[in-house]
């Protein structure tokens, strides 16, 4: 009873050293097999040396006939197996030392072979629970998991920088597996490692070795959507922990997604201000609207801020000083000058400042930088010497944006305060908003109470319960009254995939607008996946916000440059600058060759700055950045894309 129990008690002590130690199991072979050796050894002393002994193949004595060749002869029983059948002609008392060391060196490499497969196996088993340590560096390191996450990977591959990904999420790591293993293809380019556990402990950020990273993305947690708790409560925790890490050497870019506007201002204290903080429902409000305002914006929006064409940059170039803004832009041949930002320093600490579209006749400082569109993989060409002025003979007007009087909203999410705020925001005239959604009219006012009454001074808001997604409560909208429809997310049916249900509102207002000889309509729709718009393209679609990945490109943006912060929201905010569509005959005469410089001059005029064109109407491709020497002979439906100042509705 007592050696059972002793036994168990050594086996319990070697399970509890081995998980606490991984050595241990390789220690305690190399310590058992030099026993071994030791013990093979004795067969000195029963004539292993002897001239008898000597016969045989496998002994020798050709070093010193003593301890060398001892320990030789019983160290490679040990290690091979096969040495003992050399021993043939060796006396029994050999032989039995022979086969003790043969019988335990099998015994230790077969004991061996197993600690290697089972560390193996259990470095494998570890990586496939997200349980790892992480040893990479450089790296970016995703914390939080949502519909965002795969957009962020494809753009970081389109970089081509092949960067390792180290993502930190609460959610299943098999069902995060999966849909990574389902997107593989999309980012070649980057090695994903996903881990499991929680952002807002200490330890688990220095498991993936956030102290060595080189950007660090927050997203808020997709599993806590729906519960009482807010999704951004993990964000700020994880926000305050990071800003209270002390850096040993370059600090790592920090960008943070809040999914309610309301905490973006708790986001900016944890992190002091230093870190940009993306609202993703403000900034897929400002991206509707703003779509609404301007048909195209949508396709504008995805090359300007693609990561394969163009890029924003900010560049110093030297001996620009007193030199005039407008002068200095016409003198880029691949780039286009967009503004000018410095580094201001308070009592608060540095941060950058930009302005966009200054006057032609702004003075540039000393310690003024570029702002600059130009392709990320071209070197920038030196700024040219100024030319003389040409005249491109068009006279400036003034521009007016089509009046947006009626507009009507299908469907209800999150965003709806904040799209109704935004509407308000850019007009100056009263427009009637009707918002049209599965949710009761209780439901509403008492949203209305909470979220919009106060703000909004434009805007006459009424709701009416339908199912947005059949034909007879369209009919009953009669929609072709409204200059505006916008398509949005449904989440007031639970249980329905509401890119199913704008695919089919869509569907049905394709049959409505057959049926009516009168002009249809602009419609905007938000989506969540881009296969869902490409089955919309026969509706009266006008444009498309593909929601997770305009906030994903930002995102991504923001993560390698994060001083590009003041200018995404300097050209989404109401009030400010912004990218217009303007008529190309407002500048140049139609229907005669015109270069892309003369047009950029004659912009100037108004105080703008010419982006790009976009030809063959709204269903043409915008082309940015063409190049100074591009020439073009435009033709009525064509539009210039411009920096300009907002134009209210």
Known sequence: MALRFGF??????????STNNGFFPYLLLVGLMVVVVVVGMGAYFFGLMAPESIRAEGIENSLDAGFIDTFWWSFKHVLDPGAFAKDYLAPGSVLAFGVFTTIAGLVITGALIGFIINFIQSGMDELKRGSTVIHEMNHVLILGWNRKVVSILRFFSELRTHQPIVILTNADIDDVNEEIRQERRSFRNVRVVPQHGSPTVAAELKRVNVANSASVVLLAEEQTSGRDQSPDISTIKSLMLLDNIAWEGKKPNIVAEIAEKDNVRVANIAVSARAPIVSSTEFVSKTLVQCARHTGYSSVYSQLFSFDKNEILIHRVEGLSGELFGNVARRFENAILLGVSWVQSGAGGERRVAVLNPEPDYDLGEDDELILLAEPRKQLSAPLEMMDDEESGASIGHFENPKIQRLLILGWNENIGQIVEEIDGHANEPVDVVITSGQTSEFFNEYKDRHIADGIRNVRLTHRQEDTATELALRRLEVQKYDVIIVVADHSQPGYDPDSRTTLTLLLLRELRGEMSQAFPRVVAEFYDKESHELCRETPLTDAVMSPEFVSMQITHLAREPVLGSIYNELLSAGGIEIGLRPIERYVPLRSSCSFAQLMHATQKANEIVLG?????????????????????????????????????
């Open 8 to 17: 168990k008690r050594l086996r319990y002590f070697f399970v509890v050293f």
């Open 613 to 649: 064109v976009r030809i063959g109407g709204i269903h043409g491709e915008p082309c940015l950045n063409p190049g100074s020497k591009s020439q073009f002979v435009f033709e009525a439906g064509d539009v210039a894309i411009v920096l300009a100042q907002e134009v209210y509705i």
